[in-house]
């Protein structure tokens, strides 16, 4: 019994022991990739989405009643100034203009009677050959004439305006649309619209700017008798580039006191006809930094509360665990992270331009950033990627 018991305590003493064996120590040091910052000049392009626009477009709308006769355009077609496009029944027109020359003959006819009577009774009078009353009354009539004449004038001048409303023509050179109207269909004035027509070269491009914005596109406007380049040019919706370059034009009056935008217009000249008002497209506006820029990996840059930060890879010297205190090499280099607050520039492509915060020739860590914190122990000895499975970058 007491051999038994003593075998137990052995045998306890040798579990406890096995328990107790030492654990191989963890690594405190967060694998990283690296990127050492060089500065470079950097092409991009501020992009705003935008709408195109006609310089001018109206609505045509008759400016007499009646039914359409004719229809001289094909819809969807440029069309030139002065160009007839529709005409209004004329015959009502035609018939008041020919009433008003003859009315106006009448009147003419009239005048000249009482001319004739008005120089006799003045002649007359002259000798007191005739009463005070007849010559008054002759003056009168004389009067009352070239009144009738100017009135008739009047009436003949609106007729033929009607008359010529009865046809419409193209206000300006443009492309015009749809037909609201067909053949035979009535139309009111002021009222009906019969078609839009707006001009197609050049043609405008729309877009809204942030108020902090316009300093940079009002020096714009003043150098735009300056060569262009590729200031200015269009993505259309199929994400091809608009081979045409455009130069700014307008800047908005005012702007939005709630939302502190402000709209700006550019031109483009347009003579194959590729832009239609009311496309959706996206303005580029060239970059104009002079010389090299810091530029980046995006997943480098971290954003903390509106606030962006980079970790950057510093040599730090720290003891060395395996060397003895006595040792003369007590001390070993090691990587550790630092965080630096970075004002940020553009986004271009997967890469981040970085105007203040770092400088040339620094290292930037570029993967395991999540696991970081200033001060970090970090490595690039890595044999599986800081961020997935696989072999680290080099």
């Known amino acids: 019994m007491k051999r038994v018991f003593l075998n137990a305590i052995c045998i306890s003493i040798l579990t406890l022991a096995a328990c107790k064996k030492k654990e191989p120590p963890v690594n405190t040091e967060v694998p990283v990739n690296l990127y050492k910052v060089k500065a470079r000049k950097v092409l991009y392009y501020d992009q705003y989405p935008s709408t195109t626009a006609a310089l001018s477009q109206v609505s045509l709308l008759p400016q007499v009643q ?108 443009g492309t015009i649309g749809f037909s609201q109207v067909k053949l035979g269909n009535v139309v009111s004035a002021g009222t009906t619209v019969l078609n839009t027509i707006s001009t197609d070269d050049p043609m405008a491009v729309d877009f809204v700017i942030n108020e902090k914005q316009l300093p940079k596109f009002e020096r714009f406007q003043q150098q735009k008798h300056a060569p262009t380049d590729s200031l200015f040019t269009i993505l259309l919706a199929d994400n091809s580039l608009y081979p045409i370059n455009g130069k700014i034009s307008v800047i908005d009056r005012a702007v939005n006191s709630q939302t502190g935008a402000i709209t700006v217009r550019l031109v483009f000249p347009n003579p194959k006809g590729m832009l239609r008002v009311g496309m959706s497209c996206v303005v580029r506006v060239h970059n104009q930094e002079p010389g090299p820029q810091i530029v980046v990996p995006g997943k480098a840059v971290v954003e903390q509360m509106g606030e962006y930060f980079v970790y950057t890879a510093k040599d730090s010297l720290m003891n060395n665990p395996k060397a003895g205190a006595d040792s003369v090499k007590n001390k070993i280099k090691k990587l550790v992270a630092i965080q630096k607050k970075v004002q940020v520039g553009e986004t271009v492509g997967a890469n981040m331009i970085i105007k203040s915060g770092i400088e040339d020739g620094e290292r930037v860590i570029v993967d395991g950033v999540q696991l970081l914190h200033d001060g970090s122990k970090i490595t690039t000895a890595n044999k599986m990627g800081p961020s997935a499975g696989g072999k680290g970058a080099r």
């Open 66 to 173: 009646g039914a359409i006769t004719g229809i001289f355009f094909t819809e969807g077609t440029h069309v030139k100034k002065g160009q007839k496009l529709y005409e209004i029944d004329r015959r009502i027109y035609q018939d008041t203009y020919d009433a008003a020359v003859a009315n106006r003959k009448v009147a003419e006819g009239t005048l000249a009677q009482s001319q004739q009577d008005a120089d006799r009774y003045e002649y007359l009078n002259k000798y007191n050959a005739v009463a005070k009353q007849l010559y008054d009354h002759a003056v009168i009539t004389l009067q009352n004439s070239k009144s009738q004449v100017q009135s008739a004038d009047q009436a003949v001048k609106t007729a033929k305006t009607n008359l010529a409303y009865a046809e419409v023509y193209a206000p300006f050179d």
